[in-house]
């Protein structure tokens, strides 16, 4: 079995997203609404390319004592199931839209304890599943029990067979694929996580690109800064730096858009867009999973349209 695109979540999650019309912390909080989607951040990558046509194997680590979410998603969608079952529970995360201020506040799970044996499955999967010409995109926080280094040892892995990476993570998982010897392809932090790598504020353009030059120097060859509403900053081979705005959009969930851009990222790669192109298509991607509820994707014809309304700044 091989596919264009392989995600990998070592730490996926069941999201749980309550709708209420304001938050008040320490208050009785009545909720309009709620919703489960089987997710995490790998997941959801798969599920936006799957809505957009693509085929992809998910694999990671998942909890056989909850599993039905994430079976109905991948039998729903096509997705290729390759996880690996470990003993209990996928965590469950809470994600809480107030609707007066639009914000979504995390409460992220630390989840199932993981073992050296199941991520050694995860590995040899990751080898199997090896397509020179596709993509692996390794995303998400680390469960306990699995070594900071776990995305050092899958970018390897990858890189040997000829697979090009995509890394998404944060924190300790980020530094450490970054001190590596086998950085990945691209890379999609968004800009809090890459001001924890970095040590200082990326608050203005200059900065940012400074920040994106230091990873290209590594050898990244694709990096991504995403800014929320603001949009993202695009610095591809050609070392052209691009600020892709999103267009105006009727927001239901910001839960995974930054997946939905990283998915997007993953479909233009293997379509060999070029650099504006790649750019305007991961926008649109994440503008279009913000117009819905869960990690899905409108029709193709609605995101190539929010594709042709990104607006794109070059800068100098
Ligand atoms: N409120 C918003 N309005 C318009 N576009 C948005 C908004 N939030 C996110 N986006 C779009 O989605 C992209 C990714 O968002 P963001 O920077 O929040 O990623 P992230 O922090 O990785 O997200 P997450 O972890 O929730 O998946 C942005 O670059 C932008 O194009
Ligand atoms: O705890 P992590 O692995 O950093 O992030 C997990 C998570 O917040 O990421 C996705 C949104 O990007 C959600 O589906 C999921 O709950």
Known sequence: MSAPVVTVTLNPALDQTVLLDSLRPGAVNRANSVRLD????????????????????????????NTSEFEKLFARKGIADRFVRIAGQTRTNLKIVAADCGDTTDINLPGAQADADSF????????ELCDRQG???FAGSLPAGIDTDAYVTLLRQAAACGMRSLLDTSDAPLTA???????????????????????????????????????QSLGIVLVVISMGAEG????????????????????????????AMVAGIAAAMIERRDPESLA??????????????GPNLPAREQVLALADATRIERLR
């Open 38 to 65: 089987a997710g995490g951040k790998g997941v959801n990558v798969a599920s936006c390319l799957a809505d957009w046509g693509l085929p992809t194997v998910a694999t990671g680590l998942l909890g056989r004592d």
């Open 120 to 127: 050694a499955q995860v590995h040899a999967a990751v080898g």
């Open 135 to 137: 993509i692996a995109v």
């Open 177 to 215: 694929a970054l001190q590596s010897e086998t950085v990945p392809y691209a890379i999609k932090p968004n800009r809090h996580e890459l001001e924890g790598w970095c040590g200082r504020k990326l608050d203005t353009p200059a900065r940012l690109l400074a920040a994106a030059r230091e990873l």
């Open 232 to 259: 993202a900053l695009f610095v591809g081979s050609d070392r052209e730096a691009l600020i892709a705005r999103p267009p105006a959009i009727r927001t239901q969930s910001t839960v995974g858009a930054g997946d």
């Open 280 to 293: 305007r298509l991961a926008t649109a991607f994440a503008a279009a999973k913000l117009g819905l509820a």
